[in-house]
């Protein structure tokens, strides 16, 4: 159960990624970049979309300020994901970060089909994946309007 | 490769101090300007005065215009399936989280609030640039439908 009114300055962001190093370097990343972030993980589709519905064991949830979504994952891939968020009346607000190893023309096209706000290739370079993770931040927890965290 | 930059904007004030951001920043951008909705479709739709124009890498996007404003203007260009994969950043003086939410229901992919110091807004633009045009994949042009 939540405290009421309890005023809570943490920035929610959902990571959905199945690669363990790429997770560990993304968090490392937030915590030089913004202390405020709190990162949650889904390994996997289907355990993406529980975190977002608030069931099974996230029942408790909170409503993520910003989604990174990989794309190639186990159970549920990233296109179903942001498929679903985006046809999701109440999820669709969510503004949602493809970050994803692909690169090719067909996987940006697709993503922008389907609404992703926008989409970004790791770089294979540890230095250059951490820089992208910290740009994101600056843009979208620093710059960006994010729409605000009540549900409507 | 010249970045194609759609900047929908009815205050000449702003529309000067995004033309010479950009010039600083990026001389790559072509920035293309028109000042209210219904000249943004018809630029979009390559209709009117506009049969060849180039179609936006990235489109800016002022909520309070004339004729039609930048709400009606996202509307539209989300509901056609030709224009919505444009990456289109709401760029506006509006702080309402009114603007902000119908912003995002809408599937504006960000919206940005105009600071009211120019080198703030400089500054701003400068991140739209080194994020949007640096960073983001953007979708690649297509053929004119």
């Known amino acids: ?152 | 490769m010249p970045i194609q930059v759609l900047l929908v904007e009815d205050s000449p004030g702003d529309v000067r101090l995004t033309r010479e951001a950009f010039r600083d920043i990026n001389a790559a951008v072509q920035l293309h300007v028109v000042s209210d909705g219904v000249e943004a479709m018809a630029f979009l739709r390559h209709e009117g005065a506009y049969p060849n124009a180039p179609r936006p890498d990235l489109t800016l996007l002022d909520l309070n215009l004339p004729k039609m404003d930048g709400r009606e203007v996202l509307a539209c260009i989300k509901a056609d399936d030709t224009l919505k994969t444009i990456p289109t950043v709401v760029l506006t003086t509006s702080d309402a989280e009114a603007d902000v939410a119908k912003s995002y229901r809408l599937q504006a992919n960000c919206y940005l609030t105009k600071p009211p110091k120019y080198e703030d807004f400089a500054a701003l633009l400068k991140s739209v640039n080194d994020f949007w045009l640096t960073r983001v994949m953007l979708p690649q042009p297509r053929a004119s439908a």
């Open chain 1, 1 to 152: 159960m939540k405290t009421i009114d309890e005023k809570d300055t943490s920035i929610n962001v959902l990571l959905v990624e199945d690669s363990p190093g790429d997770v560990r370097l993304t968090q490392e990343a937030f915590r030089e970049a913004n202390l405020s972030v709190r990162l949650h993980v889904a390994s996997d589709g289907v355990e993406a979309m529980a975190f977002l519905r608030h069931q099974g064991d996230h029942v408790d949830a909170p409503r993520p300020d910003l989604a990174l979504l990989d794309l190639n994952m186990p159970k549920m891939d990233g296109r179903q994901v942001l498929a679903q968020i985006k046809a999701d009346d109440v999820l669709k607000t969510i503004p949602t970060v493809i970050l994803t190893t692909s690169a090719s023309d067909e996987d940006i096209a697709k993503c922008y089909q389907l609404q992703a706000n926008c989409y970004l290739t790791k770089p294979v370079q540890l230095d250059a994946f951490d820089n992208l993770v910290k740009s994101v931040n600056d843009f979208w927890l620093a710059k960006a309007r994010l729409p605000n965290r009540q549900a409507e």
